[in-house]
């Protein structure tokens, strides 16, 4: 078993939709008996280590320098080494790497253009799952994000939302964990504003992710 320990969290502070410091910040007062290290420097995905970092989130902004494939190798040995990697909201765009795409095991593919955020109301589907411990339904303001799921990475539907209002009651994957050789992979949609990751349902979420 991974020992715990820091948490490596890597983005762009001056990302045009999704800047890093937002986000640091809330990071930090959620994990505030560990330590946070943020990184605007796409090598150190090269270099990952469980004995460094017991979990890397991964808050990269659509539209920047895609991640190498040596930067790819990394990210891949890191969970497969046993280490857990968070994805939250744009990080999903390192999916231009196409061994990254099925290591998430969803592939964005847009969403529908807006005025302002629509209400999302989020579902628990798995309520026994450790990720989702203490969590209960929820409403926010958040962007319609899409997906292609892999079919072949066996990923668990753990939380989905629909719109609310909508007509079509369509139903919308919203966060999803799998395994991926001796380590995790969790992906969670909402997080388009650093005050949604405030919400006390995405805050149980995060400090579920990091203890589970």
């Given amino acids: 078993m991974v020992e715990k320990g820091p948490i490596l969290l890597y983005g762009k502070k001056d990302a045009k939709y999704h800047p890093m410091e937002p ?14 290290v943020a990184t605007e420097n796409k090598n150190h995905l090269a270099y990952l280590n469980v004995s460094q970092y017991y979990m ?3 808050y990269e902004e659509f539209g920047e ?3 190498n494939s040596i930067q790819g190798a990394g990210i891949l040995q890191y969970v ?4 857990k990697l968070l994805v939250i909201h744009n990080g999903i765009s390192v999916q231009e790497n196409a061994e990254l795409a099925q290591l998430i095991g969803g592939k ?4 529908p253009p807006y005025t302002t955020l629509p209400i999302l109301e989020y579902h628990i589907e798995k309520r026994e799952q450790p990720y989702m411990k203490c ?10 994000y899409q997906f292609d ?27 999803w964990a799998r395994n991926y050789g001796m380590g995790k992979v969790i992906y969670c949609a909402p997080g388009h504003r650093s005050e949604n990751l405030q919400s006390p349902q995405i805050q149980q979420f995060l400090k579920n992710v990091y203890e589970a």
């Avoid at 986000?23 to 946070?36: A, F, G, I, N, P």
């Avoid at 497969?80 to 280490?83: K, L, S, V, Y």
Wanted: proline share 5%.
């Fill in 23 to 36: 986000v640091e910040k809330v990071l930090s007062e959620c994990y505030d008996t560990v330590k946070v």
């Fill in 108 to 111: 964005f593919t847009g969403h």
């Fill in 80 to 83: 497969a080494g046993g280490g």
């Fill in 135 to 144: 969590m209960k339904d929820f409403s926010l303001p958040e962007e319609i």
């Fill in 149 to 175: 799921m892999d079919n072949f990475a066996k990923c668990e539907i753990l939380c989905s939302f629909r719109v609310k209002g909508q007509e079509d009651d369509r139903i919308y994957p919203a966060i």
């Fill in 65 to 67: 320098e895609p991640v």
């Fill in 56 to 58: 890397v989130i991964l």
